[in-house]
C-alpha cells in the first residue's frame, strides 16, 4: 500500500531477519473479539509502512473498568476511553534498524468503542487498530497539519483493507 502513495518512497527493511509480528490478547468479557481478524489488520499496517524485519507488537482487548486504570495512570485521565498506544523502539516508517525491534502495545476497549455509536463496532474498531498502529510508528494528530496527513493515511488503509475482507 505505501507504494501507491505519492510522495512516499519504496519501503525498505526495518527490524532484523525474520517478519513482523503481533501477539493478541482477549483479556474483555463484554463483547466476542476475533482476533485473527484484528491481527491480519495490524500485519497490513505495518507492511504498508514498510515495516519488515523482525519486529514486534501486542494487541490487547480490555474492559472499561480496566482501560479507566490505564488512561489515569498513562495519561492522567481519569476515564475510559476507545484506545490507547505504547511505543517502545520508536521503530518509524521507511526506516531501518540495528536488529529486532518491539513496536509497542496497543490496547482496545470494545465496550467503549461500541457505546461510540459512530459506526459498527466492527468498523469502529477497524478504524481504532489502524489508528493504534499508525500512534506506535510515530504518526500524531497534536496539530492540524499532523491531524491531516494521519487521518488521510488511516482513510487510505481503511479503505485498502475493506476491499480485501
Request: proline fraction near 4%; charged fraction near 30%; charge should be negative.
Given at each position: 500500500m505505501a507504494e501507491s502513495?505519492?510522495?512516499?518512497?519504496?519501503?525498505?527493511?526495518?527490524?532484523?531477519?525474520?517478519?513482523?509480528?503481533?501477539?493478541?490478547?482477549?483479556e474483555q468479557q463484554d463483547l466476542e473479539i476475533d482476533l485473527a481478524r484484528w491481527q491480519n489488520l495490524a500485519l497490513d499496517v505495518l507492511r504498508a509502512e514498510g515495516v519488515k524485519g523482525l519486529t514486534e507488537m501486542t494487541i490487547m482487548f480490555i474492559d472499561a473498568s480496566t482501560m479507566t486504570e490505564l488512561n489515569t495512570q498513562y495519561m492522567g485521565q481519569s476515564y475510559a476511553t476507545d484506545v490507547l498506544s505504547f511505543p517502545m523502539d520508536e521503530i518509524k516508517p521507511n526506516s531501518a534498524a540495528n536488529g529486532p525491534g518491539v513496536i509497542g502495545d496497543i490496547v482496545l476497549c470494545p465496550a467503549y468503542a461500541e457505546k461510540n455509536g459512530k459506526?459498527?463496532?466492527?468498523?469502529?474498531?477497524?478504524?481504532?487498530?489502524?489508528?493504534?498502529?499508525?500512534?506506535?510508528?510515530?504518526?500524531?494528530?497534536?496539530?492540524?497539519?499532523?491531524?491531516?496527513?494521519?487521518?488521510?493515511?488511516?482513510?487510505?488503509?481503511?479503505?485498502?483493507?475493506?476491499?480485501?475482507?
Amino acid at each position: 500500500m505505501a507504494e501507491s502513495r505519492p510522495g512516499v518512497s519504496k519501503p525498505r527493511r526495518v527490524g532484523g531477519d525474520g517478519e513482523p509480528e503481533v501477539f493478541m490478547a482477549d483479556e474483555q468479557q463484554d463483547l466476542e473479539i476475533d482476533l485473527a481478524r484484528w491481527q491480519n489488520l495490524a500485519l497490513d499496517v505495518l507492511r504498508a509502512e514498510g515495516v519488515k524485519g523482525l519486529t514486534e507488537m501486542t494487541i490487547m482487548f480490555i474492559d472499561a473498568s480496566t482501560m479507566t486504570e490505564l488512561n489515569t495512570q498513562y495519561m492522567g485521565q481519569s476515564y475510559a476511553t476507545d484506545v490507547l498506544s505504547f511505543p517502545m523502539d520508536e521503530i518509524k516508517p521507511n526506516s531501518a534498524a540495528n536488529g529486532p525491534g518491539v513496536i509497542g502495545d496497543i490496547v482496545l476497549c470494545p465496550a467503549y468503542a461500541e457505546k461510540n455509536g459512530k459506526q459498527s463496532l466492527e468498523k469502529e474498531l477497524e478504524l481504532l487498530t489502524v489508528h493504534g498502529v499508525l500512534h506506535l510508528l510515530g504518526f500524531d494528530h497534536e496539530d492540524i497539519d499532523d491531524e491531516k496527513k494521519m487521518f488521510a493515511l488511516q482513510e487510505e488503509i481503511l479503505k485498502e483493507w475493506r476491499l480485501l475482507v
